[in-house]
């Protein structure tokens, strides 16, 4: 679908860009460019049925090409599509194992699964989504991932102010704004736009910036980014935050071939501006961004945290034990805890989270059923194939019927007697079977199926 400009946005952005406008809009209206991450978390990750031919510079996981949302290694969590330019916010966030990081707008999960996989799935990793519908994707993209270290939250940063003051050490805000740089890729959201909802949206983001400032603790960093060129919702935005804040300055930031310095015309000429950056797409190889680093004076100190009490009682640590053993090379151990009948291995067990709206702490495991734990395929997309006594590799048409729903009949006694085994193909874990008699009996989640 070709991209068709309304003349406020080109009149604006004539007058804002001058002689170059002309080449913005050409590139707005050509075609985008496709590309997608690996994740290292999962076994021989390299392992994908795309070209690996062309990396991007600025990513050590990411490549430019086109995901097929059916192929296993999409299934499987070893890709995640994501534009070009979005994956440099976490590059520049670029949290460690220790720490504690806050995603305030973190839906669909691209820049949520990009931080867990430089964390290693370590330390802590908050990911926020306002809206009820889009925090349920956000989680289903962690799940597929093998994400274990992240709590999902369905909150108004706002939410966060009382409890989690002065809590993390490194927040994104990836605000919600006019979406003016994605135009190319989502042709119909040009319908959307005006300078009432610029305006509307460069408003909005002031409070979440706000409340990130109140969240972020002293000698940490917080990331401000967008997928729009407008100056209200970039470098105005920020100018106002570093007035507002003056224990706030802005940290150089590398940038690579094509990026350019934030515009101190375009933010009330505050020279500091410049370390901000911008990639435009008649210069830049992806879509339209902002973003920048900011920094907190000050040191930090270490938060006082009362877990929440122990749940698991001694008969589920029995029928832990006894899946573990027949099904298992470990038993998990890791911050266990029960919600109704659900067993998780939590991200945190810190009381201040039941004061939010959480959709899933760290690793759900599992459900007891009729004095049995029967495991979620959250637990084998987490699971490296050594953890698992057996596992079974599909063939073609296995694969195909097995996604499709159907139970799997085998012309021959299989070298396991286990119930539980994982089920891989083309060598990629994807999901549980359940073994009985010659049969791979289907537990492929309803909602996965195809």
């Not at 080449?23 to 392992?47: H, I, Q, V, W």
């Not at 994501?82 to 720490?99: C, G, K, W």
């Not at 997928?227 to 100018?239: A, H, K, L, V």
């Not at 690793?363 to 699971?383: C, Q, S, Y």
Request: hydrophobic residues 30%; contains cysteine.
């Amino acid at each position: 679908m070709t991209v068709v400009l309304s003349e406020e946005f080109k009149n604006k952005y004539q007058r804002l860009m001058k002689d170059r406008s002309k080449k913005l809009f050409d590139a707005m209206e050509s075609d985008s460019l496709d590309a997608f991450r690996l994740n290292p978390l999962k076994a021989n990750y390299k392992n994908v049925n795309l070209s690996l031919d062309n990396p991007i510079e600025y990513s050590k996981i990411g490549y430019y090409g086109n995901v097929d949302g059916n192929d296993i290694d999409h299934l499987a969590g070893y890709v995640y599509s994501q534009e070009p330019s979005a994956m440099y916010v976490a590059e520049l966030l670029a949290p460690t194992e220790n720490d504690t990081v806050l995603d305030l707008c973190a839906a669909p999960g691209s820049k949520t699964t990009y931080l867990a996989n430089i964390m290693h799935s370590d330390g802590l990793l908050v990911s926020n989504e306002i809206n009820y519908k889009r925090a349920k994707v956000l989680s289903s993209n962690i799940e597929r991932m093998g994400i274990t270290n992240t709590v999902v939250t369905n909150n108004s940063p706002k939410d966060f102010e009382k409890d989690f003051e002065n809590y993390f050490d490194k927040i994104l805000v990836d605000a919600p704004c006019s979406g003016e740089g994605m135009f190319r890729k989502d042709p119909e959201s040009v319908k959307y736009w005006s300078q009432e909802y610029v305006e509307s949206c460069a408003n909005r983001q002031k409070h979440i910036l706000d409340s990130a400032y109140k969240l972020l603790k002293p000698g940490g960093t917080l990331v401000y980014s967008t997928c729009t060129f407008s100056p209200e919702e970039n470098e105005q935005n920020i100018d106002y935050f570093l007035n507002e804040y003056s224990d706030m300055s802005l940290a150089d930031v590398k940038k690579y071939s094509g990026m350019e310095d934030g515009k101190p015309e375009w933010g009330n000429g505050n020279q500091e501006l410049t370390k901000a950056l911008r990639m435009f797409p008649d210069q830049f190889s992806g879509e339209g961004h902002f973003m920048c680093k900011l920094v907190k004076d000050g040191e930090s100190s270490e938060s006082k945290i009362k877990t929440l009490p122990n749940t698991i009682k001694k008969d589920d640590q029995k029928l832990i034990e006894k899946f573990s053993k027949e099904n298992l090379n470990f038993v998990p151990d890791k911050n266990l805890f029960k919600v109704n009948e659900f067993l998780f291995s939590a991200a945190s067990l810190d009381r201040r989270f039941k004061k939010l709206h959480v959709m899933r702490n760290g690793l759900k495991l599992g459900e007891f059923k009729k004095n049995r734990l029967e495991p979620d395929i959250a637990m084998i997309l987490a699971t490296k194939p050594e953890r698992l006594k057996a596992i079974y590799d599909l063939d073609e048409s296995q694969f195909k019927k097995y996604l499709h729903g159907e139970t799997i009949i085998l012309d021959h006694e299989p070298d396991f007697s286990n119930k539980w085994i994982g089920l891989t193909y083309q060598d990629k874990l994807f999901s549980w079977g359940r073994y009985s008699n010659k049969q791979i009996k289907n537990v492929y989640p309803k909602g996965l199926r195809r």
